[in-house]
Every structure is written in C-alpha cells, then in structure tokens.
C-alpha cells in the first residue's frame, strides 16, 4: 500500500533536487510563500501550507526527510502533528516543543497536475541567553594578572557585559566573554556581575567575588586624652587583606594583653591599647605594628603627659606635631621636677 506512495515521495524528492527553488509564487495552488517561522525553544510552531481541489498530492519535508505524505505519518516524531485542516483549501502541520535541532528549511510539496511544486518556509529557533559557566569567586595578590570567564549560550548569540561593583559603586563596563585584569589593584576587588543577553527574556545574571590580597597600610595612629590615674587608649587602625594582625611596642619591648596593666583589644581592621590607670611610666612612645601575610607596618603613638591632649592621626609625625611634642616633653620635665 505505502509503495505507490514511496514512489510519489521519491519524485517529489527526485524533482525537488532537480528544480531546487521551485518559486511557489508562480504555482497556481500557492497564495504566497510563507515567511520565515520564528519560535522560541520549548513552544509549538505552525507551518501552513494552502491548497485547493486541483492538487491529487500533498507532503511535507523537513530538509529532504518526509513528515507527512497526505494524511499518512512518515516521522516517528511524536512533535509532529498534523492539524486538522478545514476543507480542502488548507494542509499544515505543528511541531510541538520546538528544539534547536528543527531549525532549517521545511518544504510543502504539492502535485497539480504532475507538475510538482514546492513552498518553503524556514524555521528560525530562539534561545533565551543562558550562562553556563563563570569563573569561581576568587581571592588573588595585589598585582597578579586575573582572567574571569562567563560563558553563554542562546540563539541569537548573546551579548555578554561585565560590570565591576566595588565599595565606592564605580562601575566599569565591558564586554565579552572574558575580562583580563593586569597588575589587579585592591580598588578592583568586589564583586563582578556578568549578564548574557540576546533580548529574547530577561537577561541571565551572575556574580562572582575577586578578593584582593594586599599588606597593611595605617589609617589611623590616634591617641586619646591621658589624666593620670585614669583609663587611657591608644588606637591603631590597619587597611589590610586578610585582616592584619597587630602587636604593640614601648620602645623595643613588645606589650601583652593582660600584663603590665594593659589591655590589647582587637576588633576587626582597629587595635586598641587601653591603659587601666595611666601612671607617670606609662608616658612615652609606642609602636603599633600591623601585619598579614602580605606584609608588615607599623606607626608610632605617643601618650602624652598630663595638660596636653592630642591627636596624631598619622605617623610619622608631622613638624607641627614634633613642636607639640617638645612642648610636652618640656611640661612633663617641669612637672617631674
Ligand atoms: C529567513 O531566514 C533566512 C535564514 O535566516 C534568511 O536568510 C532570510 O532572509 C529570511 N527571510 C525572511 C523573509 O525573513
Ligand atoms: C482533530 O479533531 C479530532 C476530532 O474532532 C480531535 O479529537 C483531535 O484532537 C483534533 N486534532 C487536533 C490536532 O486538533
Ligand atoms: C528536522 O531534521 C533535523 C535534522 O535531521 C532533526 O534533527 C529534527 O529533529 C527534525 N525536526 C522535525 C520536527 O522533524
Ligand atoms: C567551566 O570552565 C572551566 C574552564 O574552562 C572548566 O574547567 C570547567 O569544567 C567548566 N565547567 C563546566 C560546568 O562546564
Ligand atoms: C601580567 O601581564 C603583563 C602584561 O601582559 C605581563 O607583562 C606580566 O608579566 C604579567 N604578570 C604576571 C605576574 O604574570
Ligand atoms: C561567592 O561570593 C559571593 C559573595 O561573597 C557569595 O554569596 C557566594 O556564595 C560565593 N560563591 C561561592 C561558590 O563560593
Ligand atoms: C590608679 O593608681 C593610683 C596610684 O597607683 C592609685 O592611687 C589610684 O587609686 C588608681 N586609680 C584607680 C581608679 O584604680
Ligand atoms: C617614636 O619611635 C619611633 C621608632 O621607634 C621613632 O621613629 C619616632 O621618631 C619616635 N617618635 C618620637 C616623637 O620620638
Ligand atoms: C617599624 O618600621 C621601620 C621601617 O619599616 C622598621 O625599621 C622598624 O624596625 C619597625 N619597628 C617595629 C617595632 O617593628
């Protein structure tokens, strides 16, 4: 039974190949050809085909493979539907669930009167942009070279834009699956967004954290006021990542939580040295020394005698500074004295 339709088929097909391009517009049982036929993955695609009552064959082709050969289904594919075709003016088919993979040409074959002739219409797959792969959160050196890759797939190629998320909300852009960072600063560190779009939904985001190592730098070298025989502090803050670790000096010996009537209390990027009850000894200069395993630093803090209330915000000390000092060391052996 299907022989006689094979043979049908293998003309169609044999005439297809010989007149490729059969311009549909010039057969009498086309309307017009059919656009292009866009669809997104995952939906249904129709693709119809207009006949009328002097047409004997009809089918359909994806490429050169049979779908359909009048009602007859040749693909296995369940996708593949035909529709139920009002009258004899009309023979289309549906895909369902369209994949990348039905992307191409389909042809509507129709015999009139021997004559073969064809209408093609092109399915045309979109893909929402999807990132599949971006680089893990990192953690690098001051000064390395760093690469970070976000790799998309969709259908229009996706456009893939970087942008940099820092503490100060600067922002700088670019584009493209990778960015290379050379000599990486700790102003670069943060977060990095990474969006593929190709306007078919709503762009697909990711982010990712670079963490940049870099030693300690001082911020803050203060001293607060001093009384004798009161609570004193001195506080040392440090810029550092990882977090700096701090030790405290007076001249060459090295201070200890606890001992000497000191308390060395450590919160986060600050450091303090609190004196329970500042005695006349306690006077002097110390040092605070911070350090990671990217470096060390270190600021002097003076406490200062009793009448003269300072601060020293950063070390080493300024000119003005040294004049208050002497001015102090002045009192202090007036006092003593
Ligand atoms: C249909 O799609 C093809 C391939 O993408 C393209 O070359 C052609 O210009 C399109 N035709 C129309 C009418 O959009
Ligand atoms: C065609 O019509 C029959 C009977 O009316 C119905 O059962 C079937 O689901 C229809 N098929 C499609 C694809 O609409
Ligand atoms: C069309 O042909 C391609 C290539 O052979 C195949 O991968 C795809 O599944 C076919 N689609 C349909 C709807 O038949
Ligand atoms: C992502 O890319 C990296 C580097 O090219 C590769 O080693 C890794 O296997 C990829 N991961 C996945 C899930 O494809
Ligand atoms: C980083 O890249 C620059 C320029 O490409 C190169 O000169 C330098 O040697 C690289 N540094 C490292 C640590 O690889
Ligand atoms: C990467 O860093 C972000 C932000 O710090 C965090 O939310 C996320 O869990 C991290 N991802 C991985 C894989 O560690
Ligand atoms: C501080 O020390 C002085 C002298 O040793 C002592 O007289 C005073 O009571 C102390 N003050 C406090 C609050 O402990
Ligand atoms: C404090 O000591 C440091 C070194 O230990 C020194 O460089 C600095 O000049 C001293 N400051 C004063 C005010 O003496
Ligand atoms: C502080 O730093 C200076 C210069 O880097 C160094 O010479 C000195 O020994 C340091 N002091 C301490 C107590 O670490």
């Not at 297809?16 to 249904?44: C, H, W, Y």
């Not at 810029?239 to 606890?258: C, H, I, M, Q, T």
Request: aromatic letters at 10%; one cysteine or more.
């Amino acid at each position: 039974m299907h022989n006689s339709v094979c043979f049908l088929i293998l003309s169609w097909v044999f005439a297809l190949l010989v007149f490729p391009g059969v311009p549909a517009r010039s057969g009498e049982s086309f309307s017009k050809p059919m656009d292009n036929i866009t669809v997104r993955q995952g939906e249904s695609a129709v693709l119809k085909c207009s006949v009328d009552n002097k047409v004997s064959r009809v089918a359909w082709l994806n490429r050169t493979t049979i779908l359909f050969a009048g009602r007859d289904k040749w693909s296995l594919d369940p996708r593949v539907i035909l529709l139920n075709n009002t009258g004899a003016t009309e023979y289309s088919i549906k895909i369902q669930n369209v994949n990348v993979y039905d992307e191409g040409p389909y042809i509507c074959s129709v015999l009139t009167n021997k004559k073969p002739k064809s209408s093609r219409v092109h399915i045309i797959v979109q893909v929402p942009a999807r990132i599949v792969n971006i680089s893990t959160n990192i953690t690098v050196n001051e000064g390395s070279n760093v690469t970070l890759m976000c790799l998309a797939i969709g259908r229009p190629e996706p456009t893939i834009l970087w942008k940099h998320r820092s503490r100060s909300g600067h922002n700088f852009m670019s584009e493209g699956e990778y960015i290379e960072i050379t000599a990486i600063t700790k102003d670069q560190s943060g977060v990095y967004e990474c969006s593929a779009n190709n306007d078919i939904s709503t762009p697909d985001v990711r982010t990712l954290q670079v963490t940049v190592n870099y030693p300690p730098y001082i911020s803050t070298a203060r001293s607060t006021g001093t009384p004798l025989g009161q609570r004193g502090t001195l506080q040392c803050e440090a810029s550092a990542v990882p977090v700096a670790n701090f030790e405290w000096y007076k001249e060459d010996r090295r201070l200890f939580n606890g001992l000497n009537g000191v308390k060395i209390e450590n919160k986060g990027r600050q450091s303090m040295l609190i004196f329970f009850n500042v005695s006349e000894e306690d006077y002097g200069n110390y040092t605070c020394v911070a350090m990671n395993t990217m470096g060390i630093t270190n600021a002097s803090i003076i406490l200062y005698g009793p009448g003269a209330v300072h601060d020293v915000n950063r070390a080493p000390l300024s000119l003005q500074n040294s004049f208050c000092l002497l001015l102090t060391v002045i009192s202090w052996f007036l006092f003593k004295f």
